[in-house]
């Protein structure tokens, strides 16, 4: 598959069907994010797995929405601060930036192995944070369920025209 038609097949899935996800697929999708580019190669994350069912039943706590449940595995991508470049000029920290480059790129690598999965942020960060039992300079930035997709079917993507958000030479 070319990259356009992967990009535009890729979609927010949320629905799975129960076929468990084999162990060595998760790992293709990890590793897509391993090598995603960061400021300064700094690399400023980490991913934590949760597959085992006991685990992932009282996981579903951090986000409450039956689709979401469906999901027989998850990853959790967070962020290090400390780890993080901090631009010099504003000292602008850029770990959500690398981060999502790492989640676009598991995205990106679920599509294209079968899988589905979706970009979740609106989880209670909190209760992710105690669950997992994080310190304060490693932030959950991201929770991608991942699953077989229930449906065959791949939604039309509804994005603004190339007219509508580009502009040559000025502003
Ligand atoms: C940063 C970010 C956060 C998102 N958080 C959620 C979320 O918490 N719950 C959810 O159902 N979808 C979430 N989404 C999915 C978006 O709603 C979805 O990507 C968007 O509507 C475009 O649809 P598509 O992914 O199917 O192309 C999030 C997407 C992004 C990029």
Same mark, same amino acid.
């Given at each position: 598959?070319?990259?356009?038609?992967?990009?535009? %097949?890729?979609?927010?899935?949320?629905?799975?069907? @129960?076929?468990?996800? !084999?162990?060595?697929l998760i790992q293709q999708v990890l590793e897509a994010g391993r090598i995603a580019p960061s400021a300064v190669n700094f690399q400023p994350w980490e991913f934590v797995i949760i597959s085992e069912p006991e685990n992932a039943k009282a996981f579903q706590e951090v986000y409450h929405r039956d689709w979401f449940n469906q999901a027989p595995v998850y990853i959790v991508i967070c962020g290090d601060h400390n780890q993080?470049?901090? %631009?010099?000029?504003?000292?602008?920290?850029?770990? @959500?930036?690398?981060? !999502?480059?790492?989640?676009d790129h598991m995205t990106l690598a679920a599509t294209d192995a079968g899988l589905g999965t979706c970009w979740v942020c609106n989880f209670d960060v909190e209760k992710c944070r105690e669950y997992l039992k994080l310190p304060d300079h490693?932030?959950?930035?991201?929770?991608?369920?991942?699953?077989?997709?229930?449906?065959?079917?791949?939604?039309?993507?509804?994005r603004k025209s190339l007219d509508d958000i580009c502009h040559w030479e000025k502003y």
């Amino acid at each position: 598959m070319n990259f356009i038609d992967l990009a535009k %097949r890729r979609y927010s899935v949320r629905s799975y069907s @129960d076929k468990p996800v !084999s162990k060595d697929l998760i790992q293709q999708v990890l590793e897509a994010g391993r090598i995603a580019p960061s400021a300064v190669n700094f690399q400023p994350w980490e991913f934590v797995i949760i597959s085992e069912p006991e685990n992932a039943k009282a996981f579903q706590e951090v986000y409450h929405r039956d689709w979401f449940n469906q999901a027989p595995v998850y990853i959790v991508i967070c962020g290090d601060h400390n780890q993080a470049w901090h %631009r010099q000029a504003d000292g602008k920290d850029h770990t @959500d930036v690398d981060a !999502s480059i790492a989640i676009d790129h598991m995205t990106l690598a679920a599509t294209d192995a079968g899988l589905g999965t979706c970009w979740v942020c609106n989880f209670d960060v909190e209760k992710c944070r105690e669950y997992l039992k994080l310190p304060d300079h490693i932030e959950p930035i991201a929770i991608l369920p991942l699953g077989y997709p229930a449906k065959d079917d791949i939604p039309e993507k509804k994005r603004k025209s190339l007219d509508d958000i580009c502009h040559w030479e000025k502003y």
